[in-house]
């Protein structure tokens, strides 16, 4: 197999077209459209929790969905072991920086699989291959002319690994240890996180940001789906146009990370080195335009918008590289209705959710419960009730009761459909509009919407059940009545699990090896081939039903 990459003459930053070029044989030649999908790179200062799941869940759900779509897909997480804040944590261990985020990466490497996730790649910024990525992306914005030396003198928090200014701070609020509202220079707090921020005094490189602000906000202005959702793009937008100072980009008070070219008493500030993964993984320097370059979405919290839509495409302006085609933020996940926080010890750990339930379920529940750019509430009771509800009683239901009379009234046995009525015409576009638009609110990663619109297709297989009633046509003996509805309702659950494969990998694959009576993998499963209304033959032999849901009591 060989592959080929082709830039199209970038006149705007973002009109890249990527395409693969796959010789399958010498006479057919496939374009598949790449699609690259990332994650943040966590932090190895602490162990994952709920909201490392959740991005990566959703990374990985458009990941699968975009395989199934043909696409040629690359998807990425990794970790972030530099900075102040690893450093920190490791000395309070009494260890290395790089023990510490050899034992957290471990665990991260550990339970990415256990959740299915499905990653082509996993970086880490301890790597040399990545260290090599962060000095040549210094050296291009060195060459650009947008770094020099100064002096910073202003407020750091570790715990955010970012900058303040004395202004930012007296501007915004904080709760004083006596309770009362108060500025957050006064409390010396981070308007962010209200943890400590620390004074810092030292000899630093500047990266000129200032001089991008006017570029960035007629990018953002130029591509209205850059930042997503559109209330965080408006928040991007009034960020810049109050203000770009230049950004401190390197530290001399401690060591852990990526030395200044040429200057080794500086390390590379942590989000510089960070960021850059996203290229350092594809290769980045040694190839110049790497084959999945720009990025189609990167998934991040909300915390770290401005990292990702200030900083980074700034850097890459600066560097002329094109800018990823879209940054989505996603809300917080607060647990029973409190905040997560290491200091609470509430914070949800992966272990205690994969004890109890499926990672299908969690996956699931996860990306259905909350819309997608919103802030939402993980409770236990609404895990439970939402499982009950749409997965065993709505689909699991209707799975189990379609097998169970086709495998009673026909051994199993799909027959031939006689005349089509329409009842049978309105099930089947319903199950083919589904189709296209959660491929519509897929691109817009409106994983909510996909799911209540799947759930409706179902929803319409159980009202088509009561309204056909299949035990009174066997009754009558209406064969040719008979096959034809269960020949819609199979096909129908067919398209339905297809659909629901992304989100629940396992369930769904068990599943469609019910319905389809073969193993179903990524290699022989595509829209292409199977997304079509009528595939499966008539004289098809499906399976027994085995409960995919069984109730939660
Ligand atoms: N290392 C940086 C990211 C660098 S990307 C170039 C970092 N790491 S982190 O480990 O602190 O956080 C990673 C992600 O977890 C962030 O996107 C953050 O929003 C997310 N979450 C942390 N707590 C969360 C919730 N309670 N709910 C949902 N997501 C949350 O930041």
């Not at 500025?183 to 490189?205: G, T």
């Not at 290491?342 to 379920?361: I, M, W």
């Amino acid at each position: 197999m060989y592959k080929c990459h082709e830039r199209m003459e970038a006149q705007e930053w973002s009109v890249v077209k990527c395409f693969d070029l796959i010789y399958i044989n010498p006479e057919k030649i496939v374009l598949m459209q790449s699609y690259y999908v990332t994650t943040p790179i966590y932090y190895v200062n602490d162990e994952p929790h709920l909201g490392h799941m959740y991005t990566t869940i959703a990374a990985d759900v458009l990941a699968r969905y975009q395989r199934l779509s043909g696409k040629d897909v690359f998807f990425l997480t990794g970790v972030d072991e530099h900075g102040q804040k690893v450093q920190q944590a490791a000395e309070k261990r009494g260890i290395a920086p790089i023990e510490l985020a050899d034992q957290v990466v471990e665990r991260y490497q550990s339970l990415w699989p256990e959740l299915e996730i499905s990653n082509d790649d996993f970086i880490r910024t301890s790597s040399p291959r990545h260290k090599a990525g962060v000095q040549a992306m210094w050296r291009r914005l060195e060459n650009a002319g947008t770094i020099y030396k100064g002096f910073y003198e202003d407020w750091y928090c570790v715990p955010c690994e970012a900058y303040w200014t004395e202004t930012q701070l007296k501007d915004a609020d904080c709760l004083a240890s006596d309770g009362l509202e108060t500025n957050c220079l006064e409390s010396k707090l981070c308007p962010d996180c209200k943890r400590a921020v620390e004074k810092i005094q030292e000899e630093s490189y500047f990266f000129r940001l200032s001089a991008f602000q006017d570029r960035l906000i007629e990018h953002i202005k130029a591509n209205p789906d850059f930042i997503a959702p559109a209330s965080r793009r408006n928040e991007v937008l009034s960020f810049i146009e109050s203000g770009l100072r230049d950004l401190s980009i390197s530290r001399t008070t401690f060591s852990w990370g990526v030395p200044v070219p040429g200057d080794e008493k500086h390390v590379i500030y942590v989000w510089i080195d960070a960021l850059t993964n996203y290229l350092s993984a594809l290769g980045f320097p040694d190839s110049d335009q790497p084959a999945h370059w720009p990025a189609d979405v990167h998934l991040i919290g909300k915390d770290i918008l401005r990292f990702h839509a200030v900083y980074w495409p700034a850097m890459l302006m600066a560097a002329e590289l094109p800018l990823p085609k879209r940054i989505y933020a996603h809300g917080w996940w607060t647990v029973e209705g409190e905040k997560m926080s290491k200091s609470r010890g509430n914070a949800l750990r992966p272990a205690e959710l994969l004890a109890q339930y499926d990672a299908d379920v969690l996956r699931y529940f996860l990306l259905r419960e909350v819309p997608f750019g919103q802030d939402g509430d993980f409770s236990f009771s609404a895990l439970k009730q939402r499982y009950n509800s749409e997965l065993a009683n709505d689909v699991g239901n209707l799975l189990n009761r379609s097998l169970a009379m086709l495998n009673k009234y026909r051994d199993g046995l799909l027959g031939a459909v006689a005349e089509e009525n329409e009842i049978d015409r309105a099930l089947i576009a319903d199950a083919q509009a589904m189709q296209r638009e959660v491929a519509d609110y897929m691109d817009k990663q409106s994983f909510h919407l996909v799911l209540e619109r799947i759930n409706a297709v179902v929803r319409h297989g159980n009202r088509y059940v009561e309204d056909n009633a299949p035990w009174v046509l066997a009754k009558q003996g209406d064969d040719a009545r008979l096959d034809t509805v269960l020949y819609h309702l199979i096909e129908m659950l067919r398209l339905v699990a297809l659909q629901l494969l992304p989100f629940m990998p396992e369930k769904m694959a068990a599943m469609l090896e019910q319905i389809m009576n073969r193993s179903v993998t990524v290699e022989n499963c595509s829209f292409a081939t199977d997304g079509g209304w009528g595939v499966l033959a008539a004289g098809h032999q499906c399976r027994k039903p085995e409960p995919l849901f069984p109730r939660m009591d």
